[in-house]
């Protein structure tokens, strides 16, 4: 069973998505792979950042697959916002910008995952379901620019604290 039927199947319920891209093809081809999972339900389709923003408050769905690029309003501000009014839902970046600088600021907003579109067909379904589990994933020709930056850790940490687990006793000398 996937990663993201477990997770849901467990509930009994499926996985909500909000789907929004700008491109009709494209938006049709991720429609379509999200079909693939069972569990995955399209709940709505918008092609603009204010139309998100409005559908996300409106449809509370799980689950929101965003584009940067966008009219009325870019992509990582329709993030920023529906972070504030829908915090339950998890956010995916499914774009064509690659560069460090937009991935890093598009996952600061809040998203978990990061999907460069020319990867879709591979990483859609597998994005997702990291995703459902609130999990972080990046397309793998990311991966080095984006997570493994020191300096970029470091802000990384400093706007989210870790947790600090405590010494086992056997630890202690």
Known sequence: MGTFQSVYKQRGS???ILVVEDHDQFRQFVCSTLKKGAELNVVGEVSDGLEAVRKAEELQPDLILLDIGLPSLNGI??????????????IVFLS???SAD???SALSVGALCYVVKSQAGSEL???VGAAIRGKQF?????????????????VRSRRRPRKVLPLLPEAVD
Do not use: F, H, Y
Not at 142 to 152: A, E, I, S, T, W
């Open 138 to 154: 990046v397309s793998v020709g990311l991966v080095g620019q984006v997570l493994n930056d020191p300096v970029k850790d470091e």
């Open 102 to 104: 937009v991935v890093e």
């Open 125 to 127: 379904l597998p994005a």
């Open 77 to 90: 501000e329709a993030a920023r916002r529906i972070c504030t009014l829908v915090p339950k839902s998890k």
């Open 96 to 98: 064509q910008e690659s």
């Open 14 to 16: 499926s996985v909500r």
